[in-house]
C-alpha cells in the first residue's frame, strides 16, 4: 500500500508564497516521476510542475518563473514553492507520483495524494 499525504496549502495575498509538500510513504521500491497537478473551480486537473527521479523539471507555462518544483529521494518527498500568487493560481492541488510497489511482483502505478485547498484572495 502507497499513500502520498500533502501539506502547506491555505489561504495567501495576492502577491504572496505558499510552500507545498507530499510525502509518499508506504511499501515503496522506486519512485519515478513526481509531480503537482491543480483543479481551479469548474475546470478540469492540469499539470503544474513535474521533476523526474533525476531531477529534471517541468513547468506549466503559466507558472514558469514563479514556482519551482524539488524533491529530496531520501525522504520521499516532493516541494512545490509557489512565489507571486495571483487568484488565478487558486485552485485544489494534488500530488502526484509514479511508483513501484515493494510488494508482490513490483506492480507500478499512478498514486495520487487527497488535494490541499490553494486560495488567492485579498
Known amino acids: 500500500q502507497v499513500q502520498l499525504v500533502e501539506s502547506g496549502g491555505g489561504l495567501v495575498q495576492p502577491g504572496g508564497s505558499l510552500r507545498l509538500s507530499c510525502v509518499a510513504s508506504g511499501s515503496i521500491f522506486i519512485i519515478y516521476a513526481m509531480g503537482w497537478y491543480r483543479q481551479p473551480p469548474g475546470k478540469q486537473r492540469e499539470l503544474v510542475a513535474a521533476?523526474?527521479?533525476?531531477?529534471?523539471?517541468n513547468y506549466a507555462d503559466s507558472v514558469k518563473g514563479r514556482f519551482t518544483i524539488s524533491r529530496d529521494n531520501a525522504k520521499n518527498t516532493v516541494i512545490l514553492q509557489m512565489n507571486s500568487l495571483n487568484a488565478e493560481d487558486t485552485a485544489v492541488y494534488y500530488c502526484?507520483?509514479?511508483?513501484?510497489?515493494?510488494?508482490?511482483?513490483?506492480?507500478?502505478?499512478?498514486?495520487w495524494g487527497q488535494g490541499t485547498q490553494v486560495t488567492v484572495s485579498s
Open positions: 502526484n507520483a509514479d511508483i513501484r510497489s515493494a510488494l508482490g511482483a513490483g506492480r507500478r502505478g499512478e498514486y
Open positions: 521533476i523526474t527521479s533525476g531531477g529534471t523539471t
